[in-house]
């Protein structure tokens, strides 16, 4: 397993002199190629502050961030960005394959290669039968899939999430929770999601970092050892769900990582490097048709 993202050192400081206010505090973590890894943290610890820096749209005061191994000091070419606020993210006066192109437009690609690209994308979020039609005709659901649409058409080495799900109803956030999984799992995608929901964090991802309140920094970083298949139901009633939940909770709320829970935590750490080699392997076997 190759490291994709390597944050070290980061802090991030908004103002000068007295009026300085401390974002991010001195982070440093890695994510592995193919991981889907979540931040979560209180209100107003910095996440986003974080993400910006991450995406190369704010430059850190101190720190760096790399991707693949490249430094970044700008907007990387292949990562992208899904917003929480779909509606002011896609162009109303364009079509939502027009949409899910725009990015495509500042690539050396064929016209026919972007059309191509896009209709592929929409196809991994089920929305092949409404490329024709404009976002204002969508549900909020549908419009956030569009938007993931968009990114995935890009094929990012890494794809940032910023509270995606945070603006649809709870039954559009379970089937959202769910696509995101199957993309990670069919496309061996790299994933970063911030959210502020406990529950979220720990069904969607393979390891949750937690992060203090204001300036955010890492409080623990915990891998989830639950199946790579599951279920809105089942998964969230088992009991190592109900564990780590807890403990994403007490962890937000000022305690320290309980031994249990570090000890549990090794032994799921092994369970998902091993589901991480069987992801990429399935991969590779899929490219290469093998
Ligand atoms: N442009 C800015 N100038 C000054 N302070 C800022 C700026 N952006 C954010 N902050 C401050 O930095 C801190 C972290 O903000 P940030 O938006 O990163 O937190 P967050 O964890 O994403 O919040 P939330 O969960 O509420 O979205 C907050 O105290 C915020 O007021």
Not at 91 to 120: H, T
Not at 129 to 135: E, L, M, Q, R, S
Not at 215 to 225: K, R, T
Not at 238 to 263: C, D, I, K, N, Y
Request: net charge negative; aromatic share 6%; proline share 4%.
């Amino acid at each position: 397993m190759s490291t994709m993202l390597e944050v070290s050192g980061l802090s991030h400081r908004y103002g000068t002199g007295a009026k300085a206010h401390t974002a991010v505090n001195e982070l440093s973590f890695t994510v592995e190629a193919g991981q889907l890894a979540s931040i979560v943290g209180p209100s107003g610890c910095g996440k986003s502050t974080l993400l910006r820096c991450i995406a190369g749209l704010t430059p850190p005061t101190e720190g760096a961030v790399s991707l693949h191994g490249d430094r970044v000091d700008g907007v990387p070419d292949d990562l992208a960005v899904v917003f929480q606020d779909y509606s002011r993210s896609l162009f109303p006066w364009l079509s939502v394959q027009k949409n899910v192109e725009f990015p495509l437009r500042w690539r050396s690609l064929a016209k026919a290669e972007r059309r191509k690209r896009a209709a592929e994308a929409l196809e991994q979020v089920g929305l092949s039968a409404v490329g024709g039609k404009y976002p204002w005709q969508l549900s909020g659901g549908m419009q956030q899939r569009v938007s993931i649409a968009r990114a995935l058409a890009s094929r990012p080495a890494l794809l940032l999430m910023d509270e995606p799900f945070a603006s649809v109803d709870a039954q559009t956030r379970f089937e959202l929770e769910d696509l995101t999984r199957r993309v990670q799992r069919e496309q061996g995608s790299t994933i970063l999601v911030v959210t502020h929901d406990i529950d979220e964090s720990v069904y969607l991802s393979d390891r949750v970092l937690v992060l203090s309140k204001s300036p955010a920094s890492i409080v623990a970083d915990l891998p989830v050892g639950l199946p790579a298949e599951r279920d809105q139901i089942t998964t969230r009633e088992s009991a190592e769900f109900v564990t780590l939940r807890g403990e994403v909770a007490r962890l937000l709320h000022g305690g320290t990582p309980s031994s249990e829970t570090a000890a549990s935590a090794t032994a799921a750490s092994d369970a998902a490097e091993w589901d991480l080699a069987e992801h990429a392997s399935d991969v590779t076997e899929t490219k290469t048709g093998s």
